[in-house]
């Protein structure tokens, strides 16, 4: 049986990149798993409560997903779609960054205003860092030397040295940050802030403000407009960002800072995935409960897909090696 | 021009009132207890710490964010007892710091903002819902965490209007309260266009928890045909009695059923989960708009203390009234204040007991400055004088 699997896998592999994105539910305790080609729901699986963060090993042999009402953080096989073990999180796990070494994994504890430092392979709590209220942003420098997390409520990015597991800096940023990301370079750190409506660019040098982007969307008040996962495309042309409840994804410039586009997707968007040539964007539509697909080169949103309740993170998974 | 003599200003206090590292940014808090009057049920317990624990979380809330900047808060707790002399605690509370949260009825608050000692401090109303003290007996020294009864009286009438159930019977209690909220029911109906086909006045002085189901349906049998049925009952007294037993089925709203609040425990959108549970682990009930108000006060302080790096009266004041200001309260949207009459502007959240039903401001309801401006005292109709002076 498994070897006709196999077999199936590789025929089909060798035709099609058949490349999976897999969607949390966070009021489904599920994970919804979306076929890139054929643009469907083709698994569903089950996971512990509240599914947010999600991330995939570098090798993508395991899936880590932060179970928040379960305080844990799970370990899956991404092929039988079984949790292999589950890792000591803290309370409250909402997301989470894997250091490029593939060893540690940096937790944000909403619920506790803690920082946790896990090695995924002897599974156990290295550090705990003290942090802002309601910590949820996380980053990681691409020479993994500095890990980001934001917290929602104290507004700060908190720099950490990833040698000493020590707050190095703590930069303000606007209201209620949600998401960090470094740029491909490591030369800035991006954080946008939710009710503030801005995302805050600093020169990770300086660790100094350099840019700061602003939304703004006809017939929509700028309350609404609430910048939270963003993602870049690794040719430097675009960084997406999802805005919350004014259902949209701005297209920003990350050369001049400058908003290029507005899509109309979902009903309060949240994350989004790339597929490998990065072609495709899905996006997760908390309120609505679907993913919309946006076309990249187009700018246009071509396809909505019905997922679980309340949708969050979302991750990609190449099933061709 | 206003603006930069506003920005020059802030930046010369910036200058001048750098935090010193072991500097405490004291807030006081001001309770004047008050006799509670009976009411028909036994069941309602109204916990000893509303208001304070609020504060006490978002001293928490702040000393959190402090502690990266080198900053540190503490709360100072005066409780006055029934017929105690709150302007005594209150200008001994004022020699300690400027910043001071009053919960207390309107004419207290009146007349501790109208202290010689407060002149130069900046008082938060967390508890008094009269739009009077917004209006008319407004003070420059005074700001408002509490949502006037008009935000939410406006609330449901947007919810009404929304819903189409634009025809209201209103039954109102015979106290003061109860008739403040008539009014501003009254007001708002015709601000949105609702119609109240009749108000009616609950008299009763027998005990409901026996006969509610023979009195309330001939109570209200002769009401014309109505939308929704409206209560002002703000006590909680006879309002839990009617619903179920009117004459007609209608949805109710105002004291009971849906009620619009600045809080209640059914929030979990927007982060609001995150607060609840905070506030539950510390305190082991459920927070209450007063304890909602109280914590908005006193992230206020911190907010402006953190972005202006001063505890100084003057550059923290002019912070939270400029533009700049922006409080993440766990309703969708930035909370700041109005330059009227200092009223915070808020969503009103209307919910019954399990769940938010809506959030004010509905879609729909546009404003040319800020949608929240559709709730309470709006900028044309404001009779505060003495605020922007």
Known sequence: MRFVTILALSLFSTTVAADEIWVTNEKDDTISIIDVESEKVIRTIEVGERPRGITFAQDYSVVFVCASDSDTVQ????????????????????????????KLLYIANEDDAITTVVDVDERRVIAQIDVGIEPEGMAVSPDGKTVITTSETTNMAHWIDTETQKIIANTLVDQRPRHAEFSHDGSELWVSAEIGGTITVFDTETKEEKAKILFEITGVHKDK?????????????????????????????PKTYKVIDYILVGRRVWHMAFNADESKLFTTNGVSGDVTIIDVEGLKATKSVKVGRFPWGAAFRPTTK | MVL???????????????????????????????????????LDEIPENEGFAGAEI??????????????????????????????AAAQTMLKVSPYLLLNAPQEIISKIAKLPEAKNALLFNVSSRATKLRG??????????????????????????????????????????DKFYLTALEKSAKKFGVTIVEKKQWNFDADMRRNAAQEVPLFTQDLPNHDMMVIADERGDFGRYVIYNTWIPRPIAG?????????????????????????HKEHSRQMRPIDYAAWAAVRTVGEAVTRTNSADLDAVKSYILSDKFALGGFKGRPLTYRKWNGQMRQPIVLSHARAVVAIAPLDGFLHQRNELDTLGLDQAESSCATFTE
Not at chain 2, 6 to 18: D, G, I, K, T, Y
Not at chain 2, 138 to 167: E, G, I, Y
Not at chain 2, 256 to 279: D, I, K, N, T, Y
């Open chain 1, 75 to 102: 370990v899956i096989d991404p092929d039988t779609g079984k949790v292999l073990h589950e890792l000591p999180s803290g309370e409250d796990p909402e997301q989470f960054v894997l250091h490029p070494n593939n």
């Open chain 1, 225 to 253: 407009v609430q910048p939270v996962g963003f993602e870049k495309t690794k040719d430097g042309k675009y960084v997406f960002v999802a805005l919350g409840p004014s259902n949209h994804i701005a297209v920003v410039d």
């Open chain 2, 4 to 42: 930069r003599t506003l920005v020059v200003a802030l930046s010369f206090c910036l200058l001048a009132h750098q935090i010193r590292a072991e500097e405490t940014i004291q807030i006081g808090y001001l309770e004047q207890l008050v006799p509670r009057p009976p009411i028909l049920s036994n």
């Open chain 2, 58 to 87: 978002g001293l928490s809330d702040n000393s959190t964010t402090g502690k990266f900047l080198g900053h540190s808060y503490a709360l100072e707790k005066q409780i006055v007892e029934e017929g105690g002399d709150a302007l």
């Open chain 2, 136 to 177: 008319e007996a407004c003070r420059a020294n005074l700001l408002h965490t509490m949502p006037s009864r008009t935000m939410l009286s406006d609330a449901l009438a947007q919810f009404a209007v929304k819903k189409r159930w634009s025809k209201w019977a209103l039954i109102h209690g015979a106290y003061d309260a």
């Open chain 2, 255 to 279: 004291s009971e059923g849906v009620v619009p609040s600045a809080w209640s425990a059914s929030v979990e959108q927007h982060g609001a989960a995150q607060l609840q549970s905070r506030f």
